[in-house]
């Protein structure tokens, strides 16, 4: 794990398991990726007070899709803290409507109707990002040496950070909570294999997913 890195593992609705959040130490203060569902406020802060993170030294708050487990608490973040949103523009209308399937092939109206009632995602955890990032993306303005990668099929605008040391922070693209893995929810399969193939060719070290532990890339290509 990179020097200084928290990992909050912040619970689900209905327990079923945890989201993870990283807290990033970078040369200007911190940097936030994911946040957690609005119901893990409390241990979400409380890992950010741990971390050392209090107010005016996060510096940014970045978001690698849209999914309400991750974002319910960006919005509260931002006043909280004084620092900005940034995710994909192809994920923004899912925190700007409060509608988590903005973008993604439809479920059934009922599904759409219950997932923002069991996750807690109300409108006043609606937000619109302040930064739209993109492939390519240097973080370094923010005091870290990485990179955002365009990530799609989890869901449109997923992306993940890889940072100069090999260390991947890759949202929902791949799991770990029965082993290395793709994610078993994917927008657009073809997509999310893509993007795995993608990062076969970089130099990818570990492995820091949204839900389950940090794994080695090694790890994914012998599953």
Not at 23 to 49: E, M, N, Y
Not at 162 to 181: H, I, M, S, V, Y
């Amino acid at each position: 794990m990179p020097e200084g890195v928290r990992i909050a593992r912040l619970p689900l609705p209905l327990r079923m398991g945890w989201a993870n959040s990283y807290l990033l130490p970078s040369a200007h203060g911190f940097v936030l990726i994911d946040t957690g569902g609005a119901g893990a406020r409390r241990a979400l802060l409380q890992a950010l007070a741990q971390g050392g993170c209090g107010q005016g030294s996060l510096r940014l708050i970045l978001l690698t899709h849209g999914d309400f487990d991750h974002t319910g608490n960006a919005g509260y973040l931002r006043v909280a803290f004084g620092a900005p949103i940034a995710m994909h523009r192809e994920d923004a209308a899912m925190g700007e409507r409060g509608d988590m399937f903005a973008g993604r092939k439809q479920p059934n109206s009922l599904v759409r109707a219950l997932v923002p009632l069991f996750t807690g995602f109300g409108k006043s955890e609606r937000f619109a990002p302040d930064l739209c990032f993109d492939e390519g993306d240097d973080l370094s303005r923010y005091g870290l040496e990485a990179t955002v990668l365009w990530l799609p099929g989890h869901s449109r605008g997923s992306i993940g950070v890889l940072t100069a040391g090999g260390q991947l922070f890759c949202g929902d693209l791949l799991e770990n909570t029965k082993g290395p893995a793709l994610n078993s929810l994917m927008d657009d399969r073809a997509a999310g294999q893509a993007s795995v193939e993608r990062l076969r060719a970089m130099a990818v070290g570990t492995v820091y997913p949204g839900h389950g532990e940090p794994f080695g890339m090694e790890a994914l290509a012998r599953a």
